[in-house]
């Protein structure tokens, strides 16, 4: 049995890792099996999300700590909606590329069965 979510938003621990989203957490551990397989399945997208937000992060840290300026800090509100936003944009190219391969799959099959079928 898996470990239940905290109830606290500012407590990520608590046995069950989740993801910061929307001003929220969410935990696969107490989803539902339709929640669980999205996230499953929109894990190519949370890693490059992860990995270019990640690498612009590092940059845009170096770039400010060369100036002299300060780093600048964000609570965990903000940050789970700035995550909400790019978790969005990439799954949508992820799903954008997905559905471009099945229509090009789709449009293969049907000129074969015309041409089976003329």
């Known amino acids: 049995m898996t470990p239940h979510a905290p109830a606290d938003f500012s407590d990520p621990g608590g ?12 935990h696969l551990c107490d989803a539902t099996a339709l929640m669980k397989f999205l996230g499953t399945v929109d894990i190519v997208g ?3 999300y ?3 937000t990640m690498l612009y992060t590092v940059l845009a ?19 789970s909606w700035l995550v909400a936003i790019g978790f969005l944009v990439y799954t949508s190219l992820q799903w954008m590329l ?7 799959v789709a449009r293969c099959f049907a000129k074969r069965w015309k041409r089976h079928n003329a």
């Open 98 to 104: 997905v559905g471009s391969c099945v229509e090009s």
């Open 15 to 26: 046995g069950c890792h989740g993801l910061p989203l929307a001003g929220r957490w969410i």
């Open 46 to 48: 949370l890693f490059l």
């Open 61 to 79: 840290l170096l770039v400010l700590q060369i100036t002299g300026w300060n780093v600048p800090q964000i609570n965990l509100y903000v940050f």
């Open 50 to 52: 992860v990995t270019i």
